[in-house]
């Protein structure tokens, strides 16, 4: 069974910066994608960034493309999402999510880190 943990959210100002990490255990992520999404305040969970395991390709929301990186260590088996030039709007629970690459969705998920952009 996969277990993902979040870690290294926080209260941040805007134009400053976060790092997430999502400690990933259960089984090995070869085949795997492993994404972040977020959800503010009465709005649906939204995609933000991803990243292919086993090469290293990213993928990215237009709304954070330039602002944020997601990376992974692979000897850690940790995903990581730095945030930078935070703004207001990216206030929101971010959440771990892993898939496996001959699926459509993501089915493991983390239980949030909250992320607070003062303004």
């Known amino acids: 069974q996969i277990h993902l943990v979040e870690s290294g959210g926080g209260l941040v100002q805007a134009g400053g910066s976060l790092t997430l990490s999502c400690a990933a255990s259960?089984?090995?992520?070869?085949?795997?994608?492993m994404g972040w999404f977020r959800q503010a305040p009465g709005k649906e969970r939204e995609f933000v960034a991803a990243?292919?395991?086993?090469?290293?390709?990213?993928y990215y929301s237009d709304s954070v493309k330039g602002r944020f990186t997601i990376s992974r260590d692979i000897t850690k088996n940790t995903v990581y999402l730095q945030l930078n030039r935070l703004e207001p709007a990216d206030t929101a629970v971010y959440y771990c999510?892993?898939?496996?690459?001959?699926?459509?969705?993501?089915?493991?998920w983390g239980r949030g880190a909250q992320v607070t952009v003062s303004s």
């Open positions: 990243i292919k395991w086993s090469e290293g390709h990213t």
């Open positions: 999510a892993a898939r496996n690459e001959l699926l459509a969705n993501y089915r493991d």
């Open positions: 259960g089984r090995t992520f070869e085949r795997y994608f």
